[in-house]
């Protein structure tokens, strides 16, 4: 049935995304690492306005630019998250090099 093949599609693509995501989070920890060390904030709305600028102006694929600034200002949301949630560890591990 085309319905179940288009479904099983779905899944695969559903998997690529998520490892994608967490791929990105791994990165924006790090990020967050650095940027404690450098004593910056979490949020850099020049850089969060500079990825959802990019991300509208894409023209490929049938996602309209609505959409796609929806999903990357979620994704930025989330990321933020990630990097609030490490910074205890981070700043942890800061100490502890410090010593």
């Given at each position: 049935?085309q319905l179940e093949i288009c479904r099983i599609e779905i899944?695969?693509?559903?998997?690529?995304?998520?490892?994608?995501?967490?791929?990105?989070?791994?990165?924006?920890?790090?990020?967050?690492?650095?940027?404690?060390?450098?004593?910056?904030?979490?949020?850099?709305?020049?850089?969060?306005?500079?990825?959802?600028?990019?991300?509208?102006?894409?023209?490929?694929?049938?996602?309209?630019?609505?959409?796609?600034?929806?999903?990357f200002r979620r994704i930025i949301r989330e990321s933020r998250?990630?990097?609030?949630?490490?910074?205890?560890?981070?700043?942890?591990?800061?100490?502890e090099i410090g010593k």
């Amino acid at each position: 049935m085309q319905l179940e093949i288009c479904r099983i599609e779905i899944d695969e693509i559903d998997k690529k995304i998520l490892a994608l995501l967490n791929q990105r989070a791994e990165t924006v920890k790090r990020i967050g690492t650095l940027k404690a060390q450098a004593g910056l904030p979490i949020v850099d709305r020049e850089r969060e306005e500079e990825i959802l600028g990019r991300v509208s102006g894409d023209q490929d694929g049938c996602l309209p630019a609505d959409a796609r600034v929806r999903i990357f200002r979620r994704i930025i949301r989330e990321s933020r998250q990630v990097q609030a949630e490490a910074l205890p560890e981070i700043l942890t591990k800061g100490a502890e090099i410090g010593k």
